[in-house]
């Protein structure tokens, strides 16, 4: 952004036509290169020059100019003072940092011009104002340092809770970090713009980046800020190396927030390490294609996995369940300590409902406590801390004596800060006031001064009350009136009429048009009284509040503590929730990596669709044996079983209601079909036509694998489920909308980054892959990588094509098996089951479909006879799809799935004896080879 200084003539007026105030505003300006300036002129803000014209387009205000008459008018725009939160906040919005200048004395008490100062610069990232803020949001600023190693340090803090992260990253990681944090902006080092390790960072639209010059990255100084401001010789108390690039980073992160919030940070307690590897790794495109907390087309919240898991009812338990939820973990131990809670709350609803109302009431227990160690925290504030603190015993008493370690860890951390509450009560009233210039804030008989000047100033009150009333009567004149203003302070009035019966020690102090206005000595004295009395109560009360709120402030870290807890208990309450509401089942974790999923219902789609209505399904990969017994302490939650995990027709089906009992009987015999088959391999291959559910099915075991690594209960009847260390989810072409590259390229390009990345312990999901290029281009590369994965990673794999061609790769690859979704047919109607079942599809279903959509006979019978046409040119005798051998590395180079005869000139030349070539006449068969191939 330019500044004004720079502009041309047109908008930047000469020097001799400023007034004192436009000249501050030029300094103040120059002093927030970048910012936009919100200048407070009594009761407006004002912009000027190029800040109005910007800020008249993102604010719908009207653009004017001041000096109208003058030869270079200044562009000008504002709003009234107490507007300031809405447009602050649509400046934020719309990416703008945002300097606000305000008058720092009482205008009618300044003598010359007003002093103004910068109080706050507001950017994306270093809100803290709750008004601006999503409570149910984490906010973070991030900071970048490509370090000279190679490494990325990634540092990020979320300024409004304290929480203060960093890490190395290799620079391939660096996408899928930022689209996990999401921080809605990163500081870079300027003179990196170019650097390519920077590129994930510019792709992100979603954030402000915020250029630093290069000196705020030194490492050193960076290192040294850090050690200040926690007031340690050495990070390693924190378990970090001091060499990392992510220290820098950090240092660089902690430097600006200083310089933009001009208050305490005493709250950014603790620098945490993030280690990758204790959570399962789950890519941007994964990310975004599994919809985990956005949906892809919309971008929103709603309809997500997140917004269907949220059953939260504070905002510290919303950010921490979307936390959750981004970070699955790795360690069963960990998990198991998850799903324990959850399944004590699931088997307990009365004492999880309690704990809910208890939640509910509390406040946003994080925020405030960073408030009130910023200095920022208003008297409502901690009567907001003291309602909340005032709600933990009752909590405690109910997590005391549970079975779950996990609630029995979080009753031990609940710190009741019994003492910092009985303080703040005897200090402060039970409803506080939002601010402390009118008084109030103090309770009586707390504070003995106060107490007597409050009694004053009541006093001198009720005696100028009994004033009036004497002199009204004396003087007969049932009129008079006392008044105030802040000129001459206490005075009494009368009408202009009623003048002429005003005693000789009246003073007259004004005459106004229908009013006379006239002061005594008597009035005065009590009104030196009054006044004094209430200034000092008033100024006395602002004290004792301050020294308050610095003792709740040296608490920070216990009420952190007790806000962390909070925070955990709602999680866990509202996963066990979720679990009886939804008709969940617990989970059992394991090492093996499989996956067998029974009855899984999509987690979404269950919940959006009518009560029973979602066609539930199996998923059986990597193992031989059939399912392991139940244990004893497995759970499955028998809420609404019966509508809920029966299998039953499709919705499309469900309004067919002649052909309901049909399509009936077709399911059940399906399910006893299915549930003979013990083993299908590492690999799935999933065939059918479109609308079939075959990517509902896909993505299901992507989520219901992410929820139970979250420590979830899951929408199955029951689950073993194989630890994944990551998760890969790709969406073929036309599923997804692209970021601008060719869809074929992005999808390739992802698709080497799981080819590269697997391991044996992932779980790869993919759906259409290859749909973006020719048809053979397609089959071959679909082919190729399902037995690239299948040999060499052998990971578990789900496989959702349209390809017909692939079902021939189980008769090659023993770990694959083929599947398809039941279909059923009815006169001029199809109806998708949505049923899962072991086979190929039948491969005449597009035509099929056509048919029965009603496309003319003519076009039908001619697609039937182009069909068995293509099929008789790349089947071989037996009808098999002729695919080249994959042991033969010779023909690697010219795979394709359908053999070529090689060109003659090839032939030629492997005929060849050239040992019996004289050069010559090596010289003439070369020329002969060339023109042969001229023909
Ligand atoms: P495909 O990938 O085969 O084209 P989708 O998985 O996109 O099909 O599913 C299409 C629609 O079918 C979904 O939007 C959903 O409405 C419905 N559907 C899919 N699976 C099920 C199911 N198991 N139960 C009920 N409806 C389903
Ligand atoms: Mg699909």
Not at 115 to 122: A, L, M, W
Not at 713 to 719: G, H
């Amino acid at each position: 952004m330019s500044q004004p200084q720079e502009k041309s003539s047109a908008t930047n007026p000469t020097p001799r036509n400023l007034t004192p105030a436009m000249e501050r505003y030029l300094e103040v300006k120059r002093q927030n290169p970048g910012s936009i300036l919100l200048f407070r002129m009594g009761d407006f803000y004002e912009l000027f020059f190029e800040d109005a014209v910007v800020s008249s387009k993102v604010l719908g205000l009207t653009l004017t100019s001041r000096d109208k008459g003058s030869p270079n008018p200044i562009p000008m725009a504002g709003f009234p003072y107490h507007a300031l939160e809405g447009y602050l906040r649509k400046l934020i919005v719309a990416g703008h940092r945002v300097a606000v200048c305000e008058q720092m004395e009482d205008p009618k008490l300044a003598k010359g011009m007003i002093k103004r100062e910068v109080t706050q610069v507001v950017t994306p990232g270093t809100l803290t104002d709750e008004a601006l803020l999503d409570p149910r949001e984490s906010n973070f600023l991030a900071s970048i340092w490509p370090s000279r190693s190679g490494s990325v340090g990634l540092a990020w803090l979320e300024v409004s809770t304290g929480r203060f992260v960093t890490t190395d990253l290799e620079p391939a990681q660096l996408a899928d970090e930022l689209a996990r944090i999401r921080p809605s902006e990163c500081l870079y080092p300027e003179h990196l713009t170019n650097d390519e390790r920077l590129r994930p960072l510019f792709a992100r639209s979603d954030l402000l980046a915020t250029s630093r010059a290069p000196w705020c990255w030194a490492e050193e100084s960076c290192r040294t800020a850090l050690l200040k401001h926690f007031g340690t010789t050495t990070l390693e108390g924190f378990d970090i190396d001091g060499n990392l690039a992510g220290v820098t980073a950090a240092g660089a992160l902690l430097e600006y927030v200083q310089e933009m919030q001009k208050s305490s940070l005493a709250h950014i307690s603790r620098l945490e390490l993030y280690r990758r590897g204790t959570s399962l790794i789950i890519d941007e495109a994964t990310r975004a294609s599994l919809e985990l907390t956005r949906t892809i087309r919309e971008g929103k919240r709603d309809n997500s996995l997140l917004s269907v898991l949220d059953e939260t009812v504070s905002p510290m338990g919303a950010r921490l369940l979307t936390d959750w939820l981004s970070n699955p973990l790795t360690n069963i131990g960990a998990i198991n300590r998850r799903l324990d809670a959850v399944e004590e709350l699931t088997c307990d609803t009365m004492f999880c409902r309690d704990l809910r109302e208890i939640l509910a009431e509390t406040y946003d227990l994080q925020r405030l406590t960073a408030k009130i160690a910023t200095g920022r925290a208003s008297p409502r504030d901690l009567g907001s801390l003291t309602h909340s603190l005032a709600l933990l015993p009752k909590l405690k008493a109910k997590l005391a004596g549970r079975q779950s370690v996990l609630l029995q860890l979080l009753e031990a951390d609940l710190d009741l800060n019994a003492e910092i509450r009985s303080v703040i009560d005897a200090t402060l009233v039970d409803e506080p006031p939002l601010l402390t210039t009118e008084g109030g804030v103090i309770r009586p008989g707390f504070n003995a001064t106060l107490d007597e000047l409050r009694d004053l100033a009541r006093g001198g009150k009720e005696w100028i009350a009994r004033y009036q009333a004497k002199e009204s009567e004396r003087l007969g004149l049932p009129n008079l009136k006392v008044g105030f203003n802040k000129v001459f302070g206490y005075y009494l009035e009368v009408t202009a009429a009623q003048a002429a019966k005003i005693p000789p020690e009246y003073i007259r102090k004004q005459t106004l048009k229908n009013q006379e206005r006239f002061i005594t000595p008597e009035l005065k004295e009590y009104e030196d009284k009054v006044l004094r009395a209430e200034e000092r109560a008033i100024s006395l009360e602002q004290e004792l509040f301050a020294a308050l709120r610095a003792r709740v402030a040296a608490t920070t870290t216990r009420l952190k503590q007790t806000a962390d807890v909070l925070s955990e208990v709602d999680v866990l309450a509202a996963l066990a929730t979720l679990a009886v509401n939804q008709g969940y089942c617990r989970p059992e974790l394991t090492e093996e990596p499989i996956l067998d999923i029974r009855e899984g219902r999509h987690p979404v789609l269950d919940k959006l669709m009518p009560s029973g209505s979602f066609v539930p399904n199996d998923v059986r990969l990597g193992q031989r044996s059939p399912v392991a017994p139940r244990q004893e302490s497995r759970t499955s939650i028998d809420v609404q079983s019966s509508s809920g995990t029966q299998p039953k027709p499709g919705a499309h089906a469900a309004a067919i209601a002649p052909i309901e009992a049909e399509v009936a009987a077709a399911s059940s015999a399906i399910v006893s079909r299915s549930e003979t088959a013990t083993n299908s391999g590492r690999v799935q291959l999933i065939t059918g036509p479109n609308m079939a559910g075959k990517s509902t099915y896909i993505r299901q075991a992507a989520l219901l694998t992410i929820m139970a690594q979250m420590g979830s209960f899951i929408p199955a009847s029951e689950a073993r489920i194989g630890i994944a260390d990551r998760i890969f989810a790709r969406v073929g072409a036309s599923d997804e909308l692209s970021k601008g590259q060719s869809t074929f390229m992005v999808e390739m390009t992802e698709t080497a980054r799981i080819l590269n990345s697997a391991s044996d312990r992932s779980l790869v999901i993919l759906d259409e892959i290859g749909r973006g290029t020719s048809t053979y281009d397609g089959i071959s590369l679909a082919w190729a990588v399902t037995e690239f994965l299948h040999d060499q990673i052998r990971c578990r794999t789900l496989f959702a094509t349209h390809y017909h061609e692939l079902t021939e790769l189980t008769k090659t690859l023993p770990e694959t098996s083929n599947w398809n979704v039941a279909i059923r047919e009815h006169g001029d109607d199809i109806v998708f089951l949505h049923k899962i079942v072991e086979g190929p599809a039948d491969k005449s279903y597009g035509i099929h479909v056509a048919k029965i959509a009603g496309l003319p006979r003519d076009v039908i019978e001619r697609a039937q006879v182009i069909l068995a046409q293509l099929e008789s040119d790349h089947v071989d005798e037996s009808g098999k799809v002729k695919i080249p051998d994959r042991k033969t590395k010779s023909c690697d180079r010219q795979l394709s799935l359908f053999i070529e005869p090689e060109h003659p000139v090839i032939e030629k030349l492997k005929s060849l004896d050239i040992e019996q070539l004289t050069p010559i006449a090596a010289l003439q068969k070369l020329n002969e080879l060339r023109e042969s191939l001229a023909k």
